[in-house]
């Protein structure tokens, strides 16, 4: 009775069980298929990243990850990707700085030239992630299948449902998407109450995360010691390294217009992508294997021996990631920018464990990463979430959301790192 009150008085009737139901077999759908074309895309990468860097450079004789190795493959890299975007139908999508993670549909004709530019940028090691490339397919997808099948249904529905069941697929768990779309729904007039409109969402997200754990098994957890009960040197620590971490990627942000500006000037992707390609080379050799790719096995890596590296080390990872990330959004790759993220602030927690031994590693890393990603991305729930499943603990739970009110206010109102189509700051 208080429900169907409150909902009288808001002039928002809750949508009834006959209108979401059949939204439950195309979001069961869309669930399965984006999950699956994840999942494809992401095995495929890594067989030719195994066969790039390891059975080639293996046959001829040179170090996988030599600096020869690494200047050779992140320069054919740029060349490969660039001749896509020069030739492929549409040119593999728009320019990818950008766009973030919701994405308009495309036109089915650009979607086989962006899927091979994203395979492409995910075998031969620049510092992006799969996620941006991968949502826009699975949403121009299913806005194409979508309005063939069930052409009653609004065409937002199925860009939702592909959205969300990517996200779904990408965390191996629904509540990341449910967060995100939440957010997204923030200040939006709704018709219905917040679980009606995210109901379908959710659904889809939940079928693609089944299905991609059923499948692959993923995991984000580092399996890092669980700090005990909290102290004050706890609270004290992520109050800290949070904030410190999110100023390090408005550093990021702030260079990423310029530079995408200079890599602009190039005129042409056989110009900008190769020369990205080699710039990332050099950066490769001065960071290290650990600094190129995507990130994910890498941080797992880190994870395993926080204490194999010195304080410099983990710096020196940190800052090369970091311009690595700027370089590879900002010429042309087509790739996502929260999983390289991911890295830098595991990097930057390690650095602050390093240099202070009170630090518990955990929280370090958690903090680290929830800076980066509010910094990044400005979405503060995706953040917070990553940061915690990163290392699940109730307590570390509670202390990020205390670190999240200093980092936040340091971010919020200024640029981000996605640009509108005139090469200006998204706020």
Known sequence: MAQDTAQEAAGTPAAPARVLLPLIVPAVAVGVGASLLYLLVSGLAERLQRVLWGTLPEALGIGPYSAAWIMIMLTATGVAVGLVVWKAPGHAGPDPATMGLAAPPMPPRVLPGLLVAAALMLAGGPSLGPENPVIAVNVGLAFWLGRKLLPRLPGGVWSSLAEAATIGALFGTPVAAALVISEALAGKPLKGALWDNVFAPLAAAAVGSVTATLVAHPTFDLHLPEPGRPHWVDLLAVLVVAPLAALLGMCAVRAFPHVHRAFGRLGHPMLALPLGGVALGLLGV??????????????????????????????????????????????????????????????????????????????????????????????????????????????????????????????????????????????
């Open 286 to 427: 001065l960071g290290g294997r650990l600094t190129l790719f995507k990130g994910l096995s890498e941080v797992e890596e880190l994870a395993r021996d926080p204490g194999g590296w010195s304080a410099g080390q983990f710096a020196a990872m940190t800052v090369v990631k970091l311009a690595a990330l700027v370089v590879a959004a900002s010429c042309g790759f087509r790739g996502g920018r929260i999983f390289p993220s991911v890295f830098i602030g595991t990097a930057f927690g390690l650095c602050a464990h390093a240099l202070v031994p009170a630090v518990d590693p955990a929280l370090g890393v958690a903090a680290g990463v929830l800076g980066l990603l509010l910094a990044i991305t400005r979405q503060g729930w995706l953040s917070l979430f990553t940061a915690a499943v990163l290392v699940a603990s109730p307590t570390i739970l509670t202390l990020l959301c205390v670190a999240t009110l200093p980092a936040w206010l340091l971010v919020t109102g200024r640029p981000q790192m996605q640009l509108k189509e005139d090469g200006t700051s998204v706020r």
